[in-house]
């Protein structure tokens, strides 16, 4: 039988846990950021590491997902000190939002202000290639407007207010901030701005389900993120979200697209490296000036 799975809720478990971190490293890192599936080399480009794994943490879940190693990487990016989750955890793994979603409490507790969340997923948009790169403008949670929100229960106003707004989830200053970053790097061609959507999986979406998702005005969809957004939203963190198509969704029963897990793996660890440069190049323009107006909007498809 399955162990009951430990309340990671209360304010006074997230704060065991920072604390137990604090005195472990002299780090104090601004900026969280959490490696998708197959993405964990974002993580090893750090400098000044410390690594601590899952399971030596106090109150830390584990990972059990093939491309989600199960560490936490202290270091420095671009010399901006971060702190990066080497895997995340998904509501499908039998987690609870509260669990799914301790890392984030964990971080603002530390001082993180600003969080970065990567993940792979599906692309719903006809113009999207399999490994472009799409900033998340903005969120449908298919789990959410069902009822599961990461936020569900009492709430603790040490932690956040009990009606947090979603209509600025996603920071406008980080997106362009991102934007910028992409086409300094010459970028732009494989680059857009859309929405993602989170779906409960693990399974993946039949046909039908894709068309209804496009038509809900969907650019992409996972299974993970959302909760983690809320949840950075609630305690007031900033959020930058960016998914890497790995796939695309198949929207027609004579198209040849199959996903799985295996083939989205091998995308994200080929395009590991065009994050990799990416989130070195946005933490050193976050370094240089956090709050400065952007001069321009840029305009991605
Ligand atoms: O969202 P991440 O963790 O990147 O992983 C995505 O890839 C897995 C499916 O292949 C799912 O876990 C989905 O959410
Ligand atoms: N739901 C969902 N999650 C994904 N993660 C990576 N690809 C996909 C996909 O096509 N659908």
Not at 3 to 28: F, M
Not at 100 to 109: D, G, N, W
Not at 192 to 221: F, N
Request: a negative charge; hydrophobic letters at 40%.
């Amino acid at each position: 039988m399955a162990r009951a799975e430990e309340d990671r809720s209360s304010y006074e478990v997230c704060k065991e846990t920072a604390d137990w971190l604090r005195a472990r490293t002299a780090q104090h890192p601004k900026t969280a950021i959490i490696c998708g599936s197959g993405l964990g080399d974002l993580a090893d480009v750090l400098e000044k590491k410390a690594v601590f794994p899952y399971e030596d943490i106090p109150h830390f879940p584990r990972s059990t997902v093939a491309g989600h190693a199960g560490r936490l990487v202290f270091g420095e990016l671009s010399g901006q000190p971060c702190v990066c989750m080497q895997g995340r955890f998904h509501c499908y793994e039998g987690y609870s939002g509260s669990t799914v979603t301790f890392p984030i409490r964990v971080f603002s507790l530390l001082g993180v202000e600003v969080l970065i969340t990567t993940n792979a997923a599906g692309g719903l948009n006809h113009h999207f290639q399999v490994g472009d790169i799409m900033f998340i403008r903005d969120h449908i949670s298919m789990f959410g407007l069902g009822g599961q929100n990461p936020l569900r229960g009492p709430n603790d106003e040490r932690l956040g207010v009990r009606f947090p707004c979603m209509s600025d989830a996603y920071d406008p200053d980080l997106l362009s901030l991102a934007m910028e970053s992409a086409q300094e790097l010459g970028f732009q061609s494989f680059v857009h701005a859309g929405v993602y959507c989170m779906l409960a999986g693990p399974s993946y979406e039949t046909i039908a389900e894709s068309r209804v998702l496009q038509a809900l005005g969907a650019d992409a969809a996972g299974m993970s993120t959302v909760p983690e957004v809320i949840v950075a939203r609630h305690c007031g963190l900033r959020v930058l979200g960016l998914s890497l198509i790995t796939n695309r969704a198949a929207t027609s029963y004579s198209s040849p697209e199959e996903a799985s897990h295996e083939a989205v793996l091998r995308v994200s660890v080929a395009r590991a490296e065009a994050l990799c440069r990416l989130l070195a190049r946005l933490t050193a323009r976050l370094g240089e000036s956090p709050r400065a107006p952007r001069p321009q909007p840029l305009t991605f498809i």
